[in-house]
């Protein structure tokens, strides 16, 4: 019976220390199942800040162009008389009137 009891011992420590390696082994392997996700959402998120700040920059932008060109709009409309009108309607009709202009380069062949 002492045999039995001292074999009984053995294998209780033989299934303690299996379950302990295999408890070590298991939280191994989530360690490194958490690292690999955090790694991965990290980049993940710089991925999406960068998009982010990129749609701002867009944003901002388009807000700066159109805002100037309000402003140019109403100086512009602040500041034209009739006069000025007239004198640019001339101008773009005299300029209409003429046939454009040709560029006469000259090349030199090499063949």
Do not use: F, H
């Given at each position: 019976m002492s045999?039995?009891?001292?074999?009984?011992?053995?294998?209780i420590e033989r299934?303690?220390?299996?379950?302990r390696s295999a408890?070590?082994?298991e939280r191994k392997r989530i360690?490194?199942?958490a690292k690999e996700k955090r790694t991965r959402m990290e980049r993940d998120a710089q991925t999406l800040i960068?998009?982010?700040l990129k749609a701002?920059?867009?944003?901002?932008?388009?807000?700066?162009?159109?805002s100037a060109l309000k402003s140019?709009?109403?100086t512009l409309r602040a500041k034209i008389t009739a006069a000025d009108q007239n004198r640019l309607a001339e101008e773009y009709l005299a300029a209409s009137r003429t046939p454009p202009r040709r560029?006469?380069?000259k090349y030199e062949r090499r063949w």
């Amino acid at each position: 019976m002492s045999k039995k009891l001292a074999t009984l011992d053995q294998e209780i420590e033989r299934v303690r220390s299996d379950m302990r390696s295999a408890g070590e082994s298991e939280r191994k392997r989530i360690l490194a199942e958490a690292k690999e996700k955090r790694t991965r959402m990290e980049r993940d998120a710089q991925t999406l800040i960068g998009q982010e700040l990129k749609a701002a920059r867009e944003g901002l932008t388009g807000e700066m162009v159109k805002s100037a060109l309000k402003s140019a709009e109403s100086t512009l409309r602040a500041k034209i008389t009739a006069a000025d009108q007239n004198r640019l309607a001339e101008e773009y009709l005299a300029a209409s009137r003429t046939p454009p202009r040709r560029c006469e380069a000259k090349y030199e062949r090499r063949w």
